[in-house]
Nanobody, 117 residues
Framework: QVQLVESGGGLVQPGGSRRLSCAASGFAFSSYFMNWYRQAVGKERELVAAIASTGGITNYADSVKGRFTTSRDNAENTVYLQMTSLKPEDTAVYYC??????????WGKGILVTVSS
């Protein structure tokens, strides 16, 4: 059974940092691209960060470039999103996504990150 479980969300003050984790199971984690998406209230889901299967290539949305870093540990089947210099506009539900092809495309349930003083 495929599972993606996000953790690390919560309330953080503007300017603060937070690390999200996504623990994967039930599929060959090391052969999948791993992505982080987010969806704010009233907005469409957007791709925030992506990391290739080996971890050698990453990509970021312009809105988070220089502030967010994604990494993965294929031995632990876990992907991370380190978020720094957080802004209120980063408030959203963050989703972990594992993608290989259109039939092998898995999602976590999401976790809320609220940036507020």
């Amino acid at each position: 059974q495929v599972q993606l479980v996000e953790s690390g969300g919560g309330l953080v003050q503007p300017g603060g940092s937070r690390r999200l984790s996504c623990a994967a199971s039930g599929f060959a984690f090391s052969s999948y691209f791993m992505n982080w998406y987010r969806q704010a209230v009233g907005k469409e889901r957007e791709l925030v960060a992506a990391i290739a299967s080996t971890g050698g290539i990453t990509n970021y949305a312009d809105s988070v470039k220089g502030r967010f870093t994604t990494s993965r540990d294929n031995a632990e089947n876990t992907v991370y999103l380190q978020m720094t210099s957080l802004k209120p506009e980063d408030t959203a539900v963050y989703y972990c996504n594992a993608f290989k092809n259109s039939r092998e495309d898995y999602w976590g349930k999401g976790i809320l990150v609220t940036v507020s003083s």
